[in-house]
């Protein structure tokens, strides 16, 4: 089984027409709706499964500024000052607390190297320190082990997975955006060179325009339109290599071997192998999320506009490949 999710209910009539239509119903899909609906915008949001009910669900939580890209370093700093009042502004619990992120090390290499990111981080004016095996133990009361050291940065934070995304689409829902579950996107329709409306498989919803933030599925999506989103295979641990202490702060260790989790990876799977997985893959996922790919078929050209048309799919949105 996988985690469990707080539910959200889909609105059950299509609009006539919306301003944004968002394309996925995770983290960063609902967040979109939210403050696109509260400057008053007409937003639907189209999930194919349910909220948060792939990667967004199915993370550590951490809202986090210690070991990223030095570039990331100032949205990260912008984040963290949102999720402090998000409960406030969802009027709900997302499970958002600052409670610290340590990453322990095991050796003096580990240790260098998280040291040499705190270069980076001297500008940004950041908390992230480096701590002794003393301290560490502190830190991690209970720890059955000793570690080298850690660096610590106390004022990051982490949320729920299962609770923060349901939340933020209620939230959107209250402030006037359309919520569709159990609707995914098959394709778009275009008109002088602009997105005129989507076709999901309950209908056609007309727009203006459209965010993507379909996860691992985007390139897929993508590829359908005739654009290129290079996207990175993702490795996904066999099971959870982190651990909360007492104190709240959340430590992590490496995990020493990873399975391929990628739509490229998955694209050939007959109709009887599909059948295996169906519900039942990696950590509870759908099956749009382990190991049949999302596939979709160009369609029909000509006049004004172009609409794209799907292979034949499962319920959770997913195509079959048929050999």
């Avoid at 095991?106 to 003393?134: C, F, I, S």
């Avoid at 602009?194 to 390139?219: F, H, N």
């Avoid at 020493?256 to 998955?266: K, L, Q, V």
């Amino acid at each position: 089984m996988g985690p469990v999710v707080d539910p959200v209910a889909s609105d059950s009539t299509l609009p006539q027409r919306a301003s944004v239509v968002i394309i996925g119903g995770g983290i960063i899909g609902t967040s979109a709706a939210l403050f696109l609906a509260k400057k008053g915008v007409s937003v639907v949001l189209c999930e194919k499964g349910h909220v948060a009910g792939e990667q967004s669900s199915r993370n550590w939580g951490w809202v986090r500024k210690m070991n990223r890209d030095p570039r990331e370093l100032p949205l990260i700093i912008e984040s963290l000052r949102l999720w402090e009042g998000m409960n406030e502004m969802v009027e709900a619990e997302t499970g958002f607390r600052r409670a610290g992120i340590l990453y322990v090390c095991d050796t003096d290499e580990d240790m260098a190297k998280r040291e040499a990111w705190l270069d980076y981080a001297r500008p940004y004016q950041l908390d992230t320190r480096l701590v002794g095996p003393d301290e560490l133990s502190k830190l991690l009361p209970g720890a059955t082990r000793r570690y080298k050291g850690a660096a610590f940065t106390a004022s990051d934070g982490r949320a729920e997975p299962q609770k923060a995304a349901p939340a933020i689409a209620a939230a959107a829902r209250r402030h006037g955006a359309t919520i569709l579950t159990q609707c995914a996107v098959r394709g778009l329709e275009t008109a002088g060179g602009r997105v005129a409306a989507v076709i999901t498989e309950k209908g056609r919803i007309p727009c203006d325009s459209i965010v993507l933030a379909g996860g691992a599925w985007s390139r897929l999506f993508c590829r359908e339109l005739g654009l290129r989103l290079p996207q990175l295979k993702v490795l996904m641990p066999p099971g959870p290599r982190n651990s909360r202490s007492a104190s709240g702060s959340t430590a992590a260790t490496p995990s020493p071997t990873a399975i391929p989790m990628s739509p490229t990876s998955c694209r050939t799977v007959s109709v009887s192998s599909a059948s295996s997985y169906r519900h039942s893959a990696w950590n509870g996922a759908r099956c749009a999320s382990a190991s049949v790919a999302a596939s979709l078929r160009k369609g029909s050209k000509g006049g004004a506009s172009r609409s794209t048309s799907p292979r034949p799919t499962r319920r959770c949105g997913c195509s079959i490949r048929r050999r």
